[in-house]
Nanobody, 125 residues
């Protein structure tokens, strides 16, 4: 089966840090873009950060810039999201997703192939 397994969520105080992991099974990240999204209760899904497996190019959503870092370990087929200076408004279910990446993040976003199950991040004030 082609799967993504997201993990690493939890409860953290404001100002703290968490590292999320997204591990692939059943496929490799060759020529893939892998990204993190989040959805807070009552809100639309939000793009957090994306990374290309081929050249490591990245995209960050406005809420992630300066605080979150996305990275990839191609040997482990795993993408990480290091989150720092967390705020209560970062509370959400975080999902990872993957799809073939041809250089355009807007195109990649429309053709995502695999989604992980989500991991809850809760930031207390």
């Amino acid at each position: 089966d082609v799967q993504l397994q997201a993990s690493g969520g939890g409860l953290v105080q404001a100002g703290g840090s968490l590292r999320l992991s997204c591990a692939a099974s059943g496929f490799t990240f060759d020529d893939y873009g892998i990204g993190w999204f989040r959805r807070a209760p009552g809100k639309e899904r939000e793009a957090v950060a994306f990374i290309s497996s081929s050249d490591g190019s990245t995209f960050y959503g406005d809420s992630a810039k300066g605080r979150f870092t996305i990275s990839i370990d191609n040997a482990k087929n795993t993408v990480y999201l290091q989150m720092s200076s967390l705020k209560p408004e970062d509370t959400a279910v975080y999902y990872c997703a993957a799809g073939k990446f041809g250089g355009s993040w807007s195109a990649w976003y429309r053709y995502l192939e695999v989604w992980g199950q989500g991991t809850q991040v809760t930031v207390s004030s």
